[in-house]
């Protein structure tokens, strides 16, 4: 990999993530903030206010993480943005920054799409994942299978056909009275209760296909609680075992899902990426599950899991070790994706 120091800014939801990443040493310093707490109120992101609190956070974080690793603007080789998937008005906040930073310092912006940048972040994390492997990206807003053959080469296995698995984490955590992002929070009452006590359904567990479906799931939890709160007296331990069977039949299916799209492939290196991959449950069951077909599970570190600017950083060191020539090839216009699926990035 050439010698590269990059500075790498995330603002396509609710987290302001920022990084310094040193392609030899590996040196990466990365700080965030999360809006979490301020969209809490509202059960969910609030657009608008995301992008008012990018702008008040993104260059006190840009300081930071300067300060912190003792390096200085001058030195970069190049500024990456997240281009998009995302809240539109939160991308431009990213990546007019990017813009107004590049455009003062003389370098080059490299726009990043925010699924690579959580599919490679696995390779983060020692030992590292070689190529080619097996990709499950789950997050608040997605849930896919792709085969990574190589930086840029991703070819889509299966995607949800409804609801992300984090989107379906989020909305079963409401209707248990949890308080948004609902997927953390889930996760830990469920390690309360009994996941055998109610059977909630695996939807398309045996389609024969790598397609997802979880807002059946969402429904069969709606109706069972709906059903649990009318008895009376209300069990109180019921609460902690709907999470821990909604977890379960979640994990079930993904596991089941990834065990078949390596088999397919022929790959034995799994790699799981994006907000639920931090789900305890999902990394003991899928590694346990993994081992016994012979596949290796690789994980980015825990604090990588959900947003952040070090996966943003490190995709561009990953893009500009393979293709130099993107150096020269900067766009600091403010051309922003909303919506952009992985599989229509450049190879190069
Ligand atoms: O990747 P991410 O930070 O943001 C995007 O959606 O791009 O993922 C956030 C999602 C949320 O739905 C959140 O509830 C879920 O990941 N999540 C979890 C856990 N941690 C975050 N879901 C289940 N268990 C967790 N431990
Ligand atoms: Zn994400």
């Known amino acids: 990999m050439p010698n590269l120091l990059i500075l790498g800014i995330e603002t396509s939801c609710d987290e302001t993530g920022v990084a310094l990443y040193d392609s030899v040493t590996g040196q990466l310093t990365h700080a965030l903030h999360s809006q979490i707490e301020m969209h809490a109120g509202y059960g969910g992101v609030v657009p608008e206010l995301a992008s008012r609190d990018h702008i008040r956070r993104i260059i006190p974080l840009i300081e930071n993480v300067i300060k912190e690793s003792m390096r200085s603007l001058s030195e970069l080789d190049a500024i990456a943005v997240t281009r998009g998937p995302g809240l539109g008005g939160a991308l431009l906040v990213g990546s007019s920054v990017a813009a107004g930073l590049a455009a003062a310092l003389g370098k080059p912006v490299i726009g990043i799409h925010h699924l690579e940048g959580h599919l490679l972040s696995p390779l983060l994390s020692v030992p590292r994942p070689e190529f080619p492997f097996v990709a499950l990206l789950v997050s608040g807003g997605h849930t896919q299978l792709m085969a990574v053959m190589g930086v840029g080469q991703y070819r889509l ?42 059977n909630l359904p695996r939807p398309m567990i045996g389609s024969g296909d790598l397609e997802f479906s979880f807002s059946g799931l969402k429904t069969a939890a709606l109706t069972l609680i709906r059903k649990l709160e009318a008895v009376s007296p209300v069990d109180p331990q019921y609460r ?3 999470a821990a069977a909604f977890q379960a039949a979640i994990v079930d299916v993904l596991i089941a899902k990834s065990l078949a799209a390596l088999r397919s492939t022929g790959m034995t290196r799994l790699v799981v990426a994006g907000g639920v991959g931090g789900n305890k449950s999902l990394r003991r069951e899928l590694t346990r599950a993994a081992e016994t077909c012979g596949a290796k599970v690789f994980y980015p570190p825990l604090e990588l899991c959900t947003d952040n600017g070090a996966m943003i950083a490190f995709a561009a060191a990953m893009r500009l070790g393979e293709h130099p020539t993107l150096l020269e090839n900067s766009d600091t216009s403010f051309n922003i994706k909303s919506r952009w699926p992985l599989v229509e990035i450049p190879a190069n």
Do not use: C, H, I
């Not at 079963?172 to 949890?178: I, Q, Y």
């Open 157 to 198: 296995l299966g995607e949800t056909v409804d609801d992300a698995a984090g989107e379906a984490f989020d909305k079963t955590a409401s209707l248990l009275g949890l308080s948004y992002p609902g997927g953390p929070a889930l996760s830990k009452l469920a390690e309360l209760g009994n996941p055998r006590r109610y």
């Open 240 to 242: 902690a075992d709907v």
